[in-house]
């Protein structure tokens, strides 16, 4: 079905892989556990909207068929065609030799079940803000609520908007909101602005290039959400090959990873409204944060998926 590729990664060889002869994967369940057994046997590394090598085949078992993940379950037991079987072992191998993050191979993502065009130009999203949106900004009066109207938030803001997912979702979230979106990277703003269109909200959004703050004059904001740079010198010299093959800028935080968040925390009171706020993402550099703001009553945010990496702080608390 596929040949072994000659590439190489990162200067070493790549790895070898086996030709797979036609008819020796017939199910869709058995084409994810051929890529997680070479996943595994590559020791690949798994951040980028999959956690687990079952989840990453699964996801590009889908993507080769045009299938929504939510969709695996219901055909797992379906045979591929000879010619879907080649394009899905393709992919596998492709994913082995090249070390590239999934989303780059297939160009797409999915957050909060919404697909989002990516690639090179942008980190592969994995916040988990959008999740957030949901839980604690739902209006319903449940405990932890931190916005209790979502309909009542008319001005957003998204730093560091990378492909611009989060902006769309929280177009989705607050459907009374306008929003800006703020990159400094070129070619973020397209890959931006592709997303913006295809969800046709061009009307709501607006796609600025910048350093942070710089393009929006003194604009002020109901809500400003931010996933920045983080990962500090160590953590960049300890990048795993996928990472690797994003763009580096959106990973620098500086030598402790606060470079960026401390121009946000330090300009965001002159962009928020009152009764606005701020939620960042940070990682796992709590305990950074906490020491270098002593001062700010940060609150810190849980989801399914991680404890303590991002954080909310009212405008009032700001100063």
Known sequence: MATTSKKTVRGRAAPKLAKVSRGELLTLVDFVRYAVSRFNEAKLSFAHGTTDPVAEAAFLVCEALHLHPEQFEIFANARATAAEGKTIVDLIHQRVTTRKPAAYLVNKIYMRGLPFYVDERVIVPRSFIGELLESHFGGDGEAGSLIDDPTAVERVLDLCTGSGCLAILAAH?????????????????????????????????SLHRGDLFAPLGDTKYDLIITNPPYVDAEGMAALPPECRAEPKLAFDGGADGLDVVRRILRDAPDHLAPDGGLICEIGRGRELVDEAFPELPLLWLDTEDSEGEVFWIAAGDLG
Do not use: C
Request: hydrophobic share 40%; proline share 3%; net charge negative.
């Open 173 to 205: 979230h607050f459907p009374n909101a306008t929003i800006d979106a703020v990159d400094v990277s070129k070619g973020a703003v397209e890959v931006a602005r592709r997303n913006v269109g295809e969800y046709g909200l061009d009307d709501r959004i």
